[in-house]
């Protein structure tokens, strides 16, 4: 008989959990102390007029019924057991498929996005070109001069040319 062990882990970041208390909650201490500090933050200023939904979304974090799935993209648990897809702007429940009025999903998925700090827009800095040899500076027409073919004379050749009749 093969005896294995599961490890729980941290739904935000992942890392084994080790406290028991850590386990219930299904977060780490720190990614705890995040999302209470985006909780706090997002309740007093975006969703200030929504405390119910803000209250639930707690409540929905807290029970781990919300698991980051890539990105800002979310996996929830409605209260019927049911699971949506949610990001920060969009749900699949019904609330959000209508989309007249905030889910508690969304809230959840704002809060815990918040927590995440996002990755880098700006550019690596790319070295100096190295210097270029004047030879290569040159057009192609310029470097390749001496194999180019003369560019052929549309219309009638000029009376100088010698070319054509000869002169009675």
């Not at 080790?18 to 201490?29: C, F, K, L, M, N």
């Not at 200023?45 to 929504?50: L, S």
């Not at 429940?93 to 209508?98: H, S, W, Y």
């Not at 001496?146 to 070319?163: D, E, K, N």
Request: proline letters at 10%.
């Amino acid at each position: 008989m093969q005896h294995t062990t599961s490890t729980a882990h941290c739904h935000r970041c992942a890392r084994p959990l080790t406290s028991a208390a850590s386990i219930a909650r299904h977060y780490g201490s720190h990614c705890r102390t995040l999302i209470r500090a985006a909780t706090r933050f997002l309740a007093t200023t975006a969703f200030a007029d929504k405390p119910r939904l803000v209250a639930k979304a707690e409540e929905l974090i807290e029970a781990g019924g919300i698991v980051r799935l890539r990105g800002q993209v979310f996996w929830t648990t409605g209260s019927s057991g049911d699971t949506y897809l949610t990001h920060p702007n969009a749900c699949t429940c019904m609330a959000g498929l209508r989309g007249k009025h905030l889910c508690h999903h969304r809230i959840a998925a704002a809060i815990l996005a918040a927590t995440y700090t996002p990755r880098s827009t700006t550019p690596a800095p790319v070295p100096a070109p190295a210097p270029v040899p004047a030879a290569a500076t040159q057009t192609p027409h310029a470097a390749n001069r001496h194999t180019m073919r003369r560019p052929i004379p549309l219309g009638p050749p000029p009376a100088s040319a010698g070319i054509g009749l000869a002169a009675a």
